[in-house]
């Protein structure tokens, strides 16, 4: 199983940034799918998740209002639309695949990407 996340960089404050989650050697459909993301110094926290059918999503706090999770089965993909963005958003990004259901709990992810950088500047 891959996940391949990418659409990470650097960009100012208020800016808009669309991560992307490819998946490989998995039945994309049967998964919930979810966002984190761990800054320096910092655990890896919950940003989103949306469940298999894509019909249910969930969002942490820091990204409800800014952050949009949404996936394409037939793409085996999913995304994850920030606007707004504000340096506090700056961390590593990381995508999981979930067999049962979606979660806010990282422990319930049993895939992961390998992470991308997203960096926001004041």
């Known amino acids: 199983v891959q996940l391949q996340a990418s659409g990470g960089g650097l960009v100012q404050a208020g800016a808009s940034l669309r991560l992307s989650c490819a998946a490989s050697g998995v039945t994309f459909s049967r998964y919930g799918m979810g966002w984190f993301r761990q800054a320096p110094g910092k655990d890896r926290e919950f940003v989103a998740t949306?469940?298999?059918?894509?019909?249910?999503?969930g969002y942490a706090d820091s990204a409800k209002g800014r952050f949009t999770i949404s996936r394409d089965n037939a793409e085996n993909t999913v995304w994850l639309e920030m606007n707004s963005l504000m340096p506090e958003d700056t961390a590593v990004y990381y995508c999981a695949a979930a067999r049962w259901g979606y979660s806010t709990t990282s422990g319930r992810y049993d895939f992961w990407g390998q992470g991308t950088q997203v960096t926001v500047s004041s």
């Open positions: 949306i469940d298999w059918s894509g019909t249910v999503t």
